[in-house]
């Protein structure tokens, strides 16, 4: 970058901790630009997942919820029900999380996928939706941007990594500097331009722990680090956790093409029914959906659990359940034909890697800590979406007529080597991070040479 007093002597420039202050300034500003849109939109659509279960039994009420009633219809007759309703084959069978709620079949038509909801007791078939297809899910993918398609979810681990630049910076304006207020307090009112000076600063000051956090437990959904940091914490013992060793015959297929999994699991590979190996249990029945519901009941798998049915011959049952406690996530697989376990796997089979990541997913989705983990994010996300509009405020009262408003360069360009240095070891950490550095490197000097003229025309 290159040097730009702006018209002053190298006698009078600035000291090289104003130096400092402006390049800080500068780049905070920049993060700013490519952060804060993405921040609303994530803050907004995550406040709202927070309470995913509660607005999805109340917006889908005549679909998830039903009467209590003495008797149950048998889950295969709940299964003949929805295939009655939506004719195709049965790929999953949802168990109700509670006595009010309805079963969730999984139903493959020659068209759509679909959810069919099904009352327990009754067996009587109470809609569809398209599998996934409640608001809380539409909002979950609009929160990763998968909505958009694959390659906007890049864009997560690049807002992840500038968020976690932009708190950095931000804690670096803030600390005091011998000023009276702005340090926890809020001065002046809305019509001046201090007043948002101090509202973002003392908002980001108590929110940008809960930022960070956020930005880093959100990375695992990324597009490039969270897939290649599940290749490699997943990568021995046949793709499951360490510590999880088993000695049966194993399909290519992972468990995330089969059922929804934790991210920890996305890469285990599901095992085969060793009696459909060539020349073993030849004639053996399977033990058809009854008999494995009733085996996973008895293995005391957490109501709510999905059972992935299975579609070969070799196929296995699935069972899964992920509830708010950590400790009760499990995954069961039996062998179709005896109904055996093949593998048995819960939060404490998973190596460390992946139990701190797990925890953090768990807190992130508002779960761990119950309704006081989803009152606190909420306010996080409201406080986010304030850190969002102050900041637009204030550039707004700041700027130039006419100009971006882009934060000067400091009088000594060379005090942007220690920060250039911290960015790109962010950059070598977070990939895509990087490749966004050096496109905004490449910009800022383009923007400097095409506003040199216009200062020295001033």
């Known amino acids: 970058m290159s040097d730009i007093t702006f018209g002053r002597s190298a006698a009078s420039s600035p000291t090289r901790a104003a130096d400092l202050y402006r390049a800080v300034w500068r780049w905070h500003f920049y993060a700013g630009l490519l952060v804060l849109p993405f921040m609303i939109t994530l803050a907004l659509t995550g406040a709202l997942y927070l309470f995913r279960d509660e607005l999805d039994n109340l917006i889908h009420r005549d679909l998830k919820q039903v009467a209590v009633e003495e008797t149950r219809a048998t889950p295969s007759a709940q299964v003949t029900a929805a295939l009655a309703a939506f004719p195709g084959k049965a790929v999953k069978f949802t168990t109700p999380a509670t006595p009010t709620a309805s079963t969730e079949v999984t139903v493959l038509t020659e068209t759509a996928r679909l959810a069919v909801y099904v009352n327990p007791y009754t067996a009587d078939v109470l809609g569809s939706l398209p599998d996934r297809g409640t608001v809380m899910w539409t909002i979950r993918t609009l929160h990763s941007l998968k909505y958009f398609g694959t390659y906007a979810r890049y864009l997560i681990e690049i807002a992840g990594g500038w968020s976690i630049l932009l708190v950095g910076t931000g804690l670096y304006l803030w600390w005091p500097r011998q ?7 809020v001065r002046g009112t809305p019509a001046r331009r201090v007043f948002w000076r101090d509202l973002h600063a003392v908002t980001g000051l108590f929110v940008g722990v809960v930022i960070v956090f956020l930005a880093v437990t959100g990375m695992p959904w990324s597009g490039v680090w969270g897939a290649k940091v599940n290749e490699w914490a997943n990568g021995n013992n046949f793709g499951y956790p360490a510590g999880v060793r088993v000695d049966v015959p194993m399909s290519g297929e992972h468990l995330d093409h089969v059922a929804k999994t934790t991210w920890s699991l996305e890469q285990a590979k599901v095992p085969l029914s060793p009696q459909a190996a060539p020349g073993a249990g030849q004639g053996m029945q399977p033990i058809g959906l009854d008999r494995a519901i009733a085996t996973f009941d008895g293995l005391g798998l957490t109501r709510g659990y999905s059972v992935a049915l299975p579609q070969k011959a070799s196929g296995v049952y699935s069972g899964s359940v992920y509830p708010d406690d950590l400790a009760k996530q499990r995954v069961v697989h039996l062998d179709q034909y005896s109904g055996t376990p093949l593998l048995d796997m819960s939060y404490a089979d998973y190596g460390p890697l ?19 983990n989803q009152i606190v994010l909420t306010i996080a996300c409201m406080a986010i979406i ?4 102050s900041a637009g405020i204030m550039w707004w009262k700041r700027r130039p007529q006419g100009a971006l408003g882009v934060p000067p360069m400091p009088s000594d360009p060379r005090v942007f080597r220690g920060l250039i240095a911290i960015l790109v070891v962010g950059g070598l950490i977070f990939p895509l991070v990087g490749a966004s550095l050096i496109v905004l490197l490449i910009l800022d000097m383009a923007y400097l040479k095409l506003s040199r003229p216009r200062r020295a025309r001033a």
């Open 179 to 185: 000023q009276t207020g702005g340090v926890i307090t």
């Open 354 to 372: 992946g139990r701190a990541l797990e925890w953090g997913i768990n807190v992130h989705l508002g779960q761990q800590f119950g309704l006081a």
């Open 386 to 389: 304030l850190l969002a509009v």
